[in-house]
């Protein structure tokens, strides 16, 4: 049995088209169903539905023999104990910091303001920030990003932006794009020695899927 870790939304729906070319199909809708494994048309096959940032927990202690992240949850997991064999291209956007329209951004960093930093990622704010020189505050949260600038909580924040209207909606801007953020494959290493027969095909038929570029929006 291989069992494939994968988060409820974008992550299951943009993972469906590669395990399609996989000849894989998942039996389960999790928009309709409350189970929390999911089997497919292959008996040897299953998904597991967990939250988006536990997806490499699991893969590294071995709940699930391989996953699918974004490259956001893996920095601040750390990658340890993981195999990343392939960037699937899917659920692409980018890491920004964005400031309220009003926050003079260029002169707080200008002038070595002390910028407080509202985010929940942490791990790539850190290291964002040191490679500038800009010293932060670090205030960790773990949703809705938007309403720190707004609330007095934060001079800025460090989140995703893809289309760019959740910013817009809450009068933030972009004032500096860390990094593009697609997901990857992640697999635990020991499955891979162990259930090499029934795994590498998986990877082949991903990475031809990802080479025709068909898959991904
Ligand atoms: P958790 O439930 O663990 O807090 P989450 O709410 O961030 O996680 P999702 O919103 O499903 O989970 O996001 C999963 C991944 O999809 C993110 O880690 C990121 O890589 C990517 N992603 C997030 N927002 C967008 C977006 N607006 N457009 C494209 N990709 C995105
Ligand atoms: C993500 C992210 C931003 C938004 C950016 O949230 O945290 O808020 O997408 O996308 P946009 O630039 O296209 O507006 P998501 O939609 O995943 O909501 P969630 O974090 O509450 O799950």
């Given at each position: 049995m291989i069992t494939l870790a994968l988060s409820k939304g974008r992550i299951f729906d943009e993972t469906l088209p590669l395990l399609a070319a996989a000849g894989i199909e998942v039996l389960d809708d999790p928009e309709t169903s409350r189970k929390l494994i999911l089997p497919t048309n292959q008996a040897q096959v299953r998904v597991v539905l967990v939250r988006a940032s536990d997806v490499p927990t699991y893969v590294e202690h071995g709940g699930a023999d391989l996953g699918v992240t974004g490259k956001d949850t893996l920095i601040e997991h750390g990658g340890q104990g993981l195999y990343q064999?392939?960037?699937?291209?899917?659920a692409q956007c980018r890491m920004s910091v964005a400031v309220r329209a009003d926050f003079d951004y260029a002169r707080a960093v200008r002038q070595g303001a002390r910028l407080k930093v509202a985010t929940k990622y942490t791990q790539i704010a850190r290291e964002f920030f040191a490679s500038k020189g800009v010293h932060v505050d670090l205030i960790k949260l773990y949703?809705?990003?938007?309403?720190a600038p707004l609330t007095g909580l934060a001079d800025a924040i460090v989140d995703l932006v893809s289309t760019g209207n959740t910013l817009k909606a809450n009068h933030l801007v972009e004032v500096e794009r860390i990094m593009d953020i697609s997901s990857r494959l992640v697999v635990n290493p020991a499955a891979l020695k162990l259930k090499q027969a029934a795994i590498r095909p998986l990877l082949d038929a991903f990475s031809q899927a990802i080479a025709q570029g068909t898959h991904a929006a």
């Open positions: 064999p392939l960037d699937l291209k899917i949703g809705s990003m938007e309403l």
